[in-house]
């Protein structure tokens, strides 16, 4: 009998697994022949990565030697690319004239790399990253000494083949448009993490960069130019921004094609006789360029073909990234949604990062960073619908300890365990090792267990279980936790360690804390994210770049909100001294801005209440053109200097006390502290400044002055305490500076000075500002430098235009046009 | 967010997605009030009516953390979902939501609702 003729275009992945399939199923149903454009036989696409990282050769990846061909009786016209389709005859022609007729076409053309139009796109050494010929100019180029790669695209293929280069001595550098690497894949913490991990690998990542131009020398490329104007020099560029389907010959024989080959749930095209499968197919309006959908439509494509049921229904997606060492896993609805709840787990200790998303009671998505061995269980979970309510609890930690756990209620299933259990994963401690600790040692607390057992010392995700473990130990003889308060909700960490690991460990970004610190939110909360922004500013001054969005509202539009939502305005009057033109100026923003109040502060100063926030730039810009600049009313950092009239005017001064007030706040202006801070100096002991009530007061004596701190008039009345007497006013200058920055490197987040003084010890400040003359200077030197960066105006940067426009209009009005209907 | 709409005349395009910042929000102005529309770190857009249910407060000034909003006038936190409060706040009152939907990298905004 005669055989019917399959004929597949295509010698890739799909197109060979197409006819495996459907050979499992009828060995002898067909006469195969196979066109493929590459001349190789069928390799495995998907592990040229490790081939270019050269921890695979072209024979491991083989995946159809010829003896397959040959033992399945498959033609195979390698490097003979099919020209066109002649559907009414049914027969297909290809290069240098061959015709063959067929009763049944698969068309597996794949896809084709998506080559960004830039100009210098056609220079020697601009390639993509698709088959064996890219890899083999790849490797070529990385043989030449200190040669540099640039890869365009942080998608995964540009991230393997930067991960490959790098691997084979290049310096490489990905160029990525967006903020995030794998964006589609991953969420925010996860990509920071891939970064680190990347760079520790040789690859340096340049996020949210625009690619403008190849630049070339000698009709060899030589460089990529930003949009911003840099240049990044390379010998190599590799372009791996994407695929589109390849549905050329499809659309050129007349079958239906939109972005890729329209198919149907059996694979098949608007041709009853041609089929379609992989890349470069279009099911329900998706495309898909990853590996397990072209399996699951194989399938169903073999079963149609060998009259068997199905049909493919679409995929839902998973991803791993293949860098070595680098766990990457991301599937589904990653980064939650309407009514999704996340579940965040960090080991910083190991790099890990996990985020499994819940909808309605089930694993909607799942990011795993580190450690993905648990990411086929979720995505199993997920696609099967599994409702997981039950092992809610346990979940995060994987299949392992919630199958292990699964049925037992808590305290039950932590006395079953056997004394091997491991409790605590960072430091390794088993269930016996923390029991025999409790008994031999007596041990009656958690902080007991973790100072001798390091069990849940590090993450402490496990302390419910150590606790449970020392309760089921010592019965009533268990003492609760007790100890520093945590930050907030989103982590165990007290502000102090928060503020050490800052500084010991060097993480210069929020999303460095979350992870290190094993935040258990994804972006922390409206508590700790201002907290970490302050301190990451105070240790990196210049360096860390603000973040408005982890500012509360006064500071982040430099106005004071009101109840109804308008803004209060305060001009700086520097030691509470003011002039006509400035009291004039003032008199007409109020008028020109309808502003309905206008009050004098207790800091000596005129506060402009109920302007309407679209009006602040136009309000500030007026100011700034009489010389006025912001006051800072608004924020955690120095506020007012206030003063009295001192030797000047009064009878009783002894010294200049307006004077240095004014020099003390134009020194410190601008800086940013923990809580509002405010001075005062009094010429006098008399006090008319109030100093003694201050943050840090002066009182003027006639032979110095006093300095005074830890005061406070507010929720708590706290008078100062002295600290010391000082000569000369520069001296009161450096130690008020000195004092200032001692606060602002170890207070915590809204803790004022007085709290601080409280908690440290007046002792303390002294034996580090007066006692130690060379700390003080340290101090000193220390505030200079970040008051380098802190002294710009915010209010004329806003009033320019060039910084926050949009924070001072609306996104849009569509007052007019509904008000129109 | 995927919500299951037509798209209709009442959608108003109200800008592109990428004008909100990050963990952010902007107001929208209505003749019946100014709306927020929000954009969290996972790059979701959500809208409610500018008003927490507590005060008033306008909820665009807050500091958007998840999918939540802290309002700026008494720290109350508010699901961007659902406008509820959350926490020990749950259950006192509720923020309009806006219908939302992002096409093409665009927000675009049904005809907000305002209740008292």
């Known amino acids: 009998m005669t055989r019917e003729r399959l004929v597949v275009i295509g010698n890739g992945m799909a197109g060979c697994r197409a006819v495996e399939e459907v050979l499992k199923r009828d060995p002898a149903r067909y006469d195969v022949t196979i066109f493929g454009a590459e001349p190789q036989v069928n390799y495995n696409r998907i592990m040229l990565s490790p081939v270019l990282a050269g921890e695979k050769t072209f024979d491991d990846i083989v995946i159809n030697d010829e003896a397959w061909y040959r033992d399945n009786a498959i033609t195979l016209h390698a490097g003979r690319a099919v020209t066109a389709i002649d559907l009414e005859g049914r027969k297909v022609v290809a290069e240098g004239g061959l015709e063959v007729g067929y009763g049944k076409l698969i068309l597996a053309t794949g896809s084709d790399p998506f080559r960004l139009p830039l100009p210098g796109s056609d220079l020697k050494g601009v390639v993509t990253f698709r088959d064996l010929d890219d890899v083999e100019a790849m490797v070529e180029a990385s043989g030449k000494p200190g040669a540099r790669a640039v890869v365009i695209g942080g998608g995964l293929l540009g991230l393997e083949a930067a991960y490959g280069l790098a691997r084979r001595g290049m310096g490489a550098t990905v160029v990525h448009l967006m903020d995030v690497l794998m964006e589609r894949q991953l969420d925010e913490s996860a990509g920071y993490l891939l970064r680190e991990a990347l760079a520790e690998r040789g690859v340096e990542t340049v996020l949210g960069a625009h690619s403008e131009e190849i630049v070339g020398q000698d009709g060899k490329v030589a460089g990529l130019k930003l949009k911003d104007g840099r240049v990044l020099p390379c010998d190599l560029l590799v372009m791996a921004v994407g695929i589109r389907p390849n549905a050329t010959l499809a659309k050129a024989s007349g079958l239906q094609a939109n972005r890729g080959i329209v198919v149907d749930d059996v694979m098949r095209t608007s041709d009853p006789a041609v089929f379609a499968v992989g890349e470069c197919v279009e099911h329900r309006g998706n495309c898909y360029g990853l590996v397990a959908p072209i399996w699951d439509m194989c399938r169903a494509l073999a079963e149609e073909l060998t009259d068997g049921e199905g049909g493919y229904q679409g995929s839902v997606l998973s991803t791993r990234l293949k860098v070595s060492g680098v766990d990457v896993f991301s599937a589904g609805k990653f980064t939650g949604g309407d009514g999704c709840e996340d579940i965040v787990f960090r080991d910083a200790a190991r790099g890990v990062y996990k985020r499994v998303v819940i909808e309605d009671g089930k694993v909607a998505g799942a990011v795993l960073f580190g450690d993905a061995v648990d990411g086929g269980w979720y995505f199993d979970l997920m696609r099967a619908g599994t409702d997981v309510a039950d092992i809610r609890e346990t979940l995060i930690f994987g299949q392992a300890i919630t199958e292990g756990l699964s049925g037992l209620d808590p305290s039950a299933a932590v006395a079953a365990m056997p004394d091997t259990q491991e409790i605590c994963g960072c430091n390794g401690v088993c269930k016996g090792a ?67 690991a800052i500084v010991e460990l060097e993480l210069k970004s929020m999303h460095a804390v979350f992870q290190t610190m094993e935040w258990t939110t994804p972006d922390g909360c409206a508590s700790c994210r201002p907290a ?25 539009v430099h106005a004071n909100i009101q109840k109804d939502g308008t803004y209060s305005v305060v001009p700086r009057m520097w030691g509470g001294m003011t002039t006509p033109d400035e009291l004039r100026a003032i008199a007409d923003v109020a008028d020109k801005y309808d502003i309905p109040a206008v009050k004098v502060t207790g800091g000596q100063r005129i506060d402009l209440l109920g302007v309407q926030k679209d009006d602040l730039p136009a309000v500030w810009a007026d100011l700034n053109k009489a010389g006025m600049v912001s006051g800072h009313a608004y924020a955690k950092g ?27 706040e134009k020194f410190m202006w601008g800086s940013w502290a923990p809580a509002k801070v405010k001075l005062a100096v009094s010429g006098c002991p008399r006090n008319c400044a109030e100093s003694t009530c201050k943050d840090i007061g002066v009182i003027c004596v006639d032979s110095g002055y006093e300095i005074h701190v830890g005061g406070a008039a507010g929720l708590h009345i706290q008078g100062t305490q002295l600290l010391t007497k000082v000569a000369t006013e520069d001296e009161a200058i450096q130690l008020i500076s000195a004092v200032m920055q ?30 130690d003359l060379d700390n003080r200077a340290a101090l000193f030197a220390r505030f200079v430098v970040s008051q380098e960066t802190a002294q710009i105006d915010p209010w004329a940067e806003r009033a320019s235009g060039r910084v926050a426009a949009g924070e001072f209009k609306p996104m849009a009005s569509l007052t007019l046009e509904m008000a129109a209907e | 967010m995927t919500l299951q709409v037509h798209i209709d005349p009442d ?11 990050e963990r952010g929000a902007r107001r929208v102005a209505t003749a019946q009030g100014d709306v927020a529309v929000f954009r969290t770190g996972d790059g979701q857009v959500f809208a409610l009516v500018d008003r927490c249910p507590h005060k008033h407060g306008p909820l665009s000034q807050g500091i958007v953390h998840g999918h939540g909003v802290t309002c700026p006038l008494h720290s109350w936190v508010i699901e961007l979902a659902t406008g509820q409060p959350t926490g020990a706040d749950a259950g006192k009152g509720c923020t309009p939501v806006v219908p939302v939907l992002v096409k093409d990298g665009r927000v675009l905004l049904a005809q907000p609702v305002m209740a008292d």
């Open chain 1, 434 to 500: 923390i029991t025999g600790a409790i008994t031999t040692q007596g041990l009656t607390s958690l902080d007991d267990v973790r100072a001798v057992t390091k069990a849940s010392a590090s993450c402490g995700s496990c302390t419910p279980l150590v606790e449970q473990v020392i309760r089921l130990t010592l019965g009533d003889g268990f003492k609760a936790q007790t100890g520093p308060k945590p930050m907030c909700k989103c982590t165990h960490h007290p502000h102090g360690d928060a503020r050490k």
């Open chain 1, 532 to 556: 970490l922004n302050y301190y990451l500013l105070c240790a990196w001054p210049g360096e860390y770049a603000d973040d408005s969005q982890s500012r509360y509202i006064n500071e982040r």
């Open chain 1, 638 to 664: 120095l506020r007012t200097v206030k003063t009295c009239v001192g030797s000047d005017w009064c009878r009783f001064g002894t010294q200049d006390s307006t004077g240095l007030g004014i020099k003390l």
């Open chain 1, 742 to 771: 001692m606060y602002r490197e170890g207070g915590w987040y809204l803790e004022r000075i007085y709290k601080w003084l409280a908690r440290i010890g007046l002792d303390t400040i002294r034996a580090q500002t007066v006692d």
């Open chain 2, 11 to 21: 959608w108003r395009d109200v800008g592109a997605v990428t004008d909100i910042p």
